[in-house]
T-cell receptor, first 112, second 111 residues
């Protein structure tokens, strides 16, 4: 099993640019979560999906953030336009029948 | 928002000693989980304890849960250099499936 796959692993972009982060969950898992980690705020839940349907997006900071899950094997988190304060590590995690979540390696985003 | 608060924030011990980390939370939970994060890596699930359980073991790990005090502890026995990492508690509850994480304890095992 390849685990949760995220791409890119690192992204450096200029303020105002659109950023798209990608995630492939573990096959058979029906929950997918997006988290953000910063030094100041720690790990925060942004949004999660169940069976490709967004369930709770209350953690999405602003309308500049959007997430989609067009099918069971792919999700995107988009930031448009990006700002320096969006710099963080973004993690995707998936979950199956157990309550244990499996995390991807993360995408380190730097917005200059 | 942060629910769990770990203490200490940092812990440095000698290899072979036991390490204890504590976590407090604020609201009712379904379960509490502990994760490990090595520098620059993703999180790895260590152990889960449900709200109706008081203690759980997994290898060198022992977790306790006191729902009356809204607190949990993670004990790592016979620590090894490879245990050096950040450890996070995370709670699930309130009808939501997402995890609410604490700020973590950074554990350093001195060889």
């Amino acid at each position: 099993d390849a685990g949760v796959i995220q791409s890119p692993r690192h992204e450096v972009t200029e303020m105002g640019q659109e950023v798209t982060l990608r995630c492939k969950p573990i096959s058979g898992h029906d929950y997918l979560f997006w988290y953000r980690q910063t030094m100041m705020r720690g790990l925060e839940l942004l949004i999660y999906f169940n069976n490709n349907v967004p369930i709770d997006d209350s953690g999405m900071p602003e309308d500049r953030f959007s997430a989609k899950m067009p099918n069971a094997s792919f999700s995107t988190l988009k930031i448009q336009p990006s700002e320096p304060r969006d710099s963080a590590v973004y993690f995707c995690a998936s979950r199956g029948n157990s309550d244990e979540q499996y995390f991807g390696p993360g995408t380190r985003l730097t917005v200059t | 928002s942060q629910q769990g608060e770990e203490d200490p924030q940092a812990l440095s011990i000698q290899e072979g000693e036991n390490a204890t980390m504590n976590c407090s939370y604020k609201t009712s939970i379904n379960n509490l989980q502990w994760y490990r994060q090595n520098s620059g890596r993703g999180l790895v699930h260590l152990i889960l304890i449900r709200s109706n359980e008081r203690e759980k073991h997994s290898g060198r790990l022992r977790v306790t849960l006191d729902t009356s005090k809204k607190s949990s502890s993670l004990l790592i026995t016979a620590s090894r250099a490879a245990d050096t990492a950040s450890y996070f508690c995370a709670t699930e509850g309130g009808g939501a499936d997402g995890l609410t994480f604490g700020k973590g304890t950074h554990l350093i095992i001195q060889p």
